[in-house]
Each structure stands twice: as structure tokens, then as C-alpha cells.
């Protein structure tokens, strides 16, 4: 059981920067796929300033984004969406693959 808890990042700095790169990408792409462009960039837009309670508030959306990442993954992309650069990052590879 402690081997789960330890798999599982507690902060942001215990994901690889290439891992974190990967997941936004993945989750760029699903969000293109399911023409969720406009609803997505306003989600990001509007919890920029506050990226720790934008983050928090994937725990209510946990129904409509874990159909997409499970476990482990989902929490990732919650503490990653924490930080102003990756939201800004994940904004951009979703305009990016739009055009």
C-alpha cells in the first residue's frame, strides 16, 4: 500500500518537466479532438490568477476529465495546471493545433 502513496506526486517538482510537457500535450490534443477549444480557453483564461483554485476546481470536473486521464494522471495535471507557465503552455498548444 505505501508503494501507491510514494508513485503518486505530492508537489508540482516531483514531475519530470518532460512528463509535464507530455501530459499537457495529451490533454491539448483531447480538448482539440472534442472541439472544446472555446470552452477550454475560457476555463484557463478566467482561473489564470487564480491557478491554485482553477486547479482545485478540476475536483469538480473530475467526472468529465477522468473519462479522458485516470488516477495518477489526473492528479498530475491538477498540480501542473497549478503553475502560470503551464496553463499559459497548455493555452497555446491548444490554439496551436486549431490552426
Known amino acids: 500500500m505505501d508503494d501507491l502513496n510514494q508513485e503518486i506526486p505530492v508537489i508540482l517538482d516531483e514531475i519530470p518537466e518532460h512528463e509535464q510537457h507530455a501530459l499537457l ?3 491539448a490534443n483531447w ?3 472534442r ?3 472555446a ?3 475560457l476555463f ?3 482561473g489564470k490568477p487564480l491557478n491554485f483554485l482553477g486547479s482545485q476546481m478540476l475536483i469538480a470536473f473530475s467526472p468529465f476529465v477522468q473519462a479522458f486521464f485516470k488516477g495518477e494522471q489526473y ?3 491538477a498540480l501542473i495546471l497549478e ?3 503551464n496553463v499559459e503552455l ?3 498548444m491548444i490554439e496551436q493545433r486549431t490552426k
Open 25 to 27: 500535450e495529451k490533454l
Open 75 to 77: 492528479h498530475k495535471i
Open 90 to 92: 497548455l493555452i497555446q
Open 35 to 37: 472541439n472544446l477549444v
Open 31 to 33: 480538448i482539440v479532438r
Open 83 to 85: 503553475k502560470d507557465e
Open 39 to 41: 470552452p477550454a480557453i
Open 44 to 46: 484557463l483564461e478566467t
